[in-house]
């Protein structure tokens, strides 16, 4: 990307990190299905993480001016993005299961423990933190 950017131009992303996707109160299901979400990601080589690390990426890439602007969202009930985590997971389910990192029966009751959570309007949902990040590279 800083490559494709003239001398003065301005690089920018948005990447997420999900440290602080959390529910309250808590809920066991939440806790074991991220533990599995973060385990699966580690293996496939997927970063949830990598939104943290983006200011010093650009750093490190030349760019100077470095501007970064954290976001969190709170999903209220009937929010599109309240049930983003469980569909993640849902979306998942084939490749969990092939890569034995949960069996289906359990995955089930997981599942439907967040469901009958996030059902509930009175469950705080904190959405993951979006990292916008941009840089200038510099003119020579």
């Known amino acids: ?4 950017a003239r001398p003065g131009g301005v690089v920018a992303l948005h990447e997420a990190d999900w440290t602080p996707h959390i529910c309250d109160p808590p809920l066991p299901a ?12 580690t293996m496939n080589s997927i970063d949830l993480f990598v939104g ?8 490190e890439a030349g760019l100077v001016d470095i501007r970064v602007n954290p976001l969190i969202h709170v999903y209220p009930a009937g ?9 993640f997971v849902e979306n998942l389910r084939d490749r969990l299961l092939d890569q034995n990192l949960i069996e289906d029966g359990e ?6 423990d ?6 509930d ?3 705080l949902v904190v959405s993951h933190m979006f ?10």
């Open 1 to 4: 990307m800083v490559a494709l």
């Open 30 to 41: 939440w806790d074991r299905l991220f533990a599995i979400l973060v385990t699966y990601s």
């Open 52 to 59: 943290r690390r983006v200011p010093r990426m650009l750093r």
């Open 79 to 87: 929010h599109g993005r309240r049930t983003i985590f469980p569909e």
């Open 107 to 112: 995955l089930g009751e997981l599942l439907g």
């Open 114 to 119: 967040l469901k009958r959570h996030l059902d």
């Open 121 to 123: 309007p009175h469950t």
């Open 131 to 140: 990292l916008q990040v941009w840089g200038r590279k510099p003119e020579p």
